[in-house]
């Protein structure tokens, strides 16, 4: 309900289709959105994704690799972040990765590695580009799902702002040079190639804004920016994905 | 003793064999042009304009240039922009962006075999005009575009 | 069997430095003519930046000049200068090429260094 209302919001303020907020930012302008196709025709990062997919499905161990222990191609939706009901826990794609890494008796990868798991999580978003986002909302995650909505609308920094201040009260106004994006979108289309060449996966990007409204942001992987990603994740449910992608 | 003869064709061959060694890229473009280097390093437009014989042309849009660019750069460090011709025939595009340190940015040669068309990114310092001469024959044509910067691309880049 | 536990990473991410001067180019029929785009991983120092480990200047590193030939004539060449963008990107049109014609990209930088690149068409 909270799902359709938000949505709702959003499909009445900005009258665009469901599917293109996907665009996040640049459904608002034929200008950014040409300049973004112009550099995805031929991007400067393809090297990151084309690692990624050589890591995706390289055998690490017992003949396995990341490909045949995540399955993700097998499903037409793509489901991450997910709960997972038995160990009541939030899992992001990352974490993922890191427990198949683990079953393949291989090191961890850091989050924010872009020649590791950022290759990876470019690849794999890039490769099922068009499927459908479906986060599901088991009895069980409620609470997880309520404190990240709590994290989205609380006021933090020296500037006392909430993301909801920025992307749901004012998507589409400027603030400075930048047009707001709308909240509902945002993490389908990560990760990203800031300037074509700086990578950020949906968590750096929270704490990047968390630092620019002047607040200590929080770690990657912590409980809270998986509240929040799962949170932000559930309301983005039905608009498809891309990843590895340019942003100015 | 070996009769070792050398007739003059196999003299000029042997030394134009050299010569191509020594300078592989040698064409008429770059031939014809054995000062082009200088130009990059000029900061006045007026001047570099006026000692490339662009002067005193119709800075008019020419209706046989296509000028792609954007408005709004969105990042002034990689700027799309695409050039297309209607003429045919050998042709060379000369980029300029009026406000960076050194206005010429870049020179582009076609011989035949090529559609007169380049598409590639630059760097703009700030909001200027993109001009675009085409030289064919012994004609000049002329297009230019606004575009706004709001970050400058040519200084430090805040990558880490 | 044994099961290993791995202690060092075995998939290590195979060029951690992207390395400088890779070309990466591409081919494409279309209607009337034949698309040629090509990316150079290049740094396209413009001499102003500042390194922030050492505070130092990063000197001018660009490259100043590139051509295309086809079949060993050249086609298509260029000046360029360090208002190009970091990683030139070009996208250029042919207008006849044939299966077995030989592409060669050749670019120098700024310190006269020469750089070659060749491509066979296979099939088109």
Known sequence: MFKKNIQKFFLNKHSFPLESFIHSGLIFSNDSMEQYNSIMDFPPFQDHIDRGEKLFYKKIFNNKSLSSCLKIEENKNFKYPKFDTKKLKIITLEHQINLCLAELNHKKWKHNDPFTMGSVMAFIKSKNKGKTLIVDLPHVALDNFNNGKELYFKRIGKMNLACSSCHLLNSGKFFRDEQLSPTIGQPNHYPIFRKAEQYYSIQMRYQLCMKSVGAEPYELNSKELNQLEFFHSFISSGIPINGGVYRR | MMKFTLTRRSFIKRLSLYYFCLFPFQTNFSYAHQNIKKFFEYTNKEKLFDDLSFSNLDLNNDKNINLKTPDIAENGSIVPIQIESFIDGEQTFYLFSSKNENPLTSIYHFHENMVPFVSTRLKLQESSKLHVFIKFNSNIVHAANDIEVTIGGCGEETIG | ?124
């Open chain 3, 1 to 124: 069997m044994q099961q290993m536990i791995l202690k060092s990473p075995l998939v290590v991410a195979e060029k951690k430095q992207l390395a400088k001067n890779d070309i990466r180019l591409k081919v494409s029929r279309k209607e009337n003519f034949f698309d040629l785009k090509f990316l150079i991983r290049h740094p396209m120092e413009t001499g102003r930046r500042i390194d922030k480990i050492n505070n130092k200047l990063v000197p001018k590193d660009y490259i100043a000049s590139l051509s295309v030939s086809i079949n060993d004539k050249v086609v298509f060449d260029s000046h360029l200068s360090r208002s190009v963008s970091k990683n030139p990107f070009m996208h250029l049109k042919v207008q006849k090429l044939f299966a077995g014609d030989i592409i060669k990209v050749n670019w120098i930088d700024n310190k006269n260094k020469v750089y070659k690149y060749k491509k066979t068409i296979n099939e088109i």
